[in-house]
């Protein structure tokens, strides 16, 4: 059973920097893409970071050349190095799994809250 937990969260100012890390486990780490995904009161989730099983990256613009996605996998962690944050920025976070494209993800985690404040 695959099993996702974030931390990292928290509140920062405009400008600064935070990392999100999600502890996963019961998957195969050769098959599996894993994902960055963000929700803000009232928007629909976005994709901000995803990472493929040959570790191959891909960001939005919005967030682009700020995060950085990178995983572990003697410690079965994903990371997500957020600089330069914005009050844009402010979301809940979500780590993900899939077999698949990581489009639409078959695991999550809980979420971890982000607030940046100008």
């Known amino acids: 059973q695959v099993q996702l937990v974030e931390s990292g969260g928290g509140s920062v100012q405009a400008g600064g920097s935070l990392r999100l890390s999600c502890a996963a486990s019961?998957?195969?780490?050769?098959?599996?893409?894993m994902a960055w995904f963000r929700q803000a009161p009232g928007k629909e989730r976005e994709r901000v970071a995803h990472?493929?099983?040959?570790?191959?990256?891909t960001y939005p613009d919005s967030v682009k050349g700020r995060f950085t996605i990178s995983r572990d996998n003697a410690k079965s962690t994903l990371y997500l190095q957020m600089n330069s944050l914005k009050p844009e920025d402010t979301a809940v976070y979500y780590c993900?799994?899939?077999?698949?494209?990581?489009?639409?993800?078959?695991?999550w985690g809980q979420g971890t809250q982000v607030t940046v404040s100008s």
């Open positions: 990472i493929d099983s040959a570790d191959r990256t």
């Open positions: 019961g998957y195969t780490y050769s098959r599996a893409c």
């Open positions: 993900a799994l899939d077999y698949g494209s990581c489009v639409r993800p078959t695991y």
